[in-house]
């Protein structure tokens, strides 16, 4: 929900990041205060019996929000790709936060877009009750909080986000809004904990620019600060994980990846590429401890909190099964649903749902086949290092995003962004990921257009990655081979 950075020594960059400041800090100003004012307006109204909306109420506060966001963000493009990264040189990760506290404060003030952040407060009052939201429905359960809850299916979020679910809610009997608060301050500690990890992570002569860029980045500020997605937290767990893997503790990595397996569940889908890298590398040592912990961690789980197969289903989001948002099959049925206010003759509505179903069945399979040529590229490449890996999982996770989930929320592209951000050679997927931010950000101000907003989410990234890798064909990508020095 921000933008730009410190300001350097050298006097042209200087009054460049000033110029810029200058235009974001407004934005930021007003989107902070019209969300804030959004959201304690929508509160006491949905309390007092009014009619419960997803994001926005009117056209006014549609645009206001969705346009200031969207020119945040590319502001924030704008700056990255046009500033050297020589210009920003922090010895300490204490200043970067100082020149950056401002926009960490504004994205903390303003109250959480929709309604998810009531989701997990009700499910942490669950927990409270001693009832398990793995296996008895959001909906079953009454709360302060009900009017406010959007989906009423078992939990998708694993144990760990329940714990923090659990922790905020414990606030409601206060007053729910303090027990918001009290959930974005575990969102904005993690956050500020992943940008020291982005510049722990990067070398010198990187970390300054990258660092207070992911730092500031408008779509993390707004998705994983302003509205508190769980995301940030498996932003964590792939910077972690990205640790792990540049020092050589591979065993460990497991344990960083089922951290965020815990707490969403894409991470899971990592597992087997690490499996499969520790193979190659003939790392049986590390792959046996990383083999042990991982039954041991499930068997626990097994024991405790997921005792049975209907709440291992539930992280598996079960609620979205034949929805569809931001994607190619809404992509279709926007298609099919315009042909057939043309032609009356056209397929009937229980005829296009099967075709839908089946699409998205289709697309599982393509990404079944895509990640089964990744993994075959782990022991066919001549060469394949831990940064190698890295991309590979992002890819792998930028795939099942843009084409293969049938419902695409504007914040999923977050957790991306800190991949790319510890993959500065990787200059196509850093690109993409970019631009895919773009597009999710567009996703509000397209809310309405359920057709040209599917374009845009889908097409923006996938023109970004055609047109990148027919640019950047025959190039290198530097760093790409080579470790990352990771400090001690």
């Not at 997990?120 to 079953?140: E, R």
């Not at 959007?150 to 760990?160: A, E, H, L, N, V």
């Not at 600060?225 to 497991?254: E, M, N, P, Q």
Request: aromatic letters at 14%; a positive charge; charged letters at 10%.
């Amino acid at each position: 929900m921000k933008e730009t950075l410190p300001l350097p020594s050298s006097p042209q960059v200087t009054i460049g990041t000033a110029a810029f400041i200058g235009i974001a800090l407004p934005l930021a100003l007003y989107l902070s205060g019209v969300l804030t004012i959004l959201g304690i307006e929508k509160f006491h109204y949905l309390l007092a019996g009014g009619r419960r909306f997803a994001t926005f109420p009117n056209l006014a506060s549609q645009l206001g929000i969705s346009l200031s966001y969207l020119a945040l963000v590319l502001l924030h493009v704008v700056w990255f790709l046009g500033t050297p990264t020589s210009a920003y040189s922090y010895p300490k990760f204490s200043s970067l936060l100082q020149r950056a506290g401002l926009f960490l404060a504004l994205a903390f003030i303003a109250y959480p877009l929709g309604n998810d952040i009531y989701l997990y407060l009700h499910s942490g009052l669950m927990n409270l009750s001693a009832i398990d939201p793995f296996t008895v429905k959001a909906g079953a359960f009454t709360s302060e909080l009900s009017p406010f809850v959007d989906w009423k299916q078992t939990s998708t979020y694993g144990p760990i986000s329940q714990r923090l679910f659990t922790a905020a809610a414990a606030l409601v009997a206060l007053h729910p809004v303090l027990a918001i608060y009290g959930f974005k301050v575990f969102c904005l500690l993690a956050h500020i904990l992943n940008g020291f990890l982005v510049w722990k992570i990067l070398p010198p002569n990187m970390r300054g620019k990258v660092a207070i860029a992911y730092l500031l980045a408008p779509v993390l500020l707004m998705e994983q600060v302003g509205s508190a997605h769980v995301d940030v937290f498996v932003s964590t767990s792939i910077l972690l994980t990205a640790l792990c893997l540049f020092k050589g503790l591979y065993s460990r990595a497991f344990l960083a990846i089922w951290g965020g397996f815990l707490t969403k569940t894409i991470p899971v889908i990592w597992l087997p590429l690490l499996l499969c890298f520790l193979v190659r590398k003939r790392c049986w040592v590390n792959l046996l401890l990383g083999l042990l912990a991982s039954i041991a961690i499930a068997i626990g789980l097994w024991k405790t909190v997921l005792p049975n197969l209907a709440a291992w289903s539930s992280l598996l989001n079960p609620g979205v099964v034949g929805q569809y948002q931001s994607s190619l099959p809404a992509l279709l049925r926007a298609g099919l649903e315009t042909f057939k206010a043309l032609d009356p003759a056209a397929p009937s509505p229980a005829a296009q749902k099967y075709w839908l179903l089946q699409f998205s069945r289709y697309l599982l399979v393509g990404f079944a086949a895509f990640y089964a040529w990744v993994v075959l590229q782990i022991f066919r490449r001549p060469a394949y290092s831990a940064m190698t890996l890295l991309e590979d999982m992002g890819w792998v996770a930028l795939v099942l995003m843009l084409y293969a989930t049938s419902w695409l929320m504007p914040w999923y592209v977050s957790i991306l962004y800190a991949i790319a951000a510890v993959l500065p050679g990787a200059r196509l997927f850093g690109l993409t990921v970019l631009m895919f931010g773009v597009s999710s950000s567009a996703m509000y101000w397209l809310v309405g257009d359920a057709g040209l907003r599917s374009l845009m989410a889908i097409g923006l990234p996938t023109f970004t990655m055609l047109a990148g890798a027919w640019i950047l064909r025959g190039e290198r990508e530097p760093g790409i081979q080579e470790e990352l020095r990771v400090e001690n």
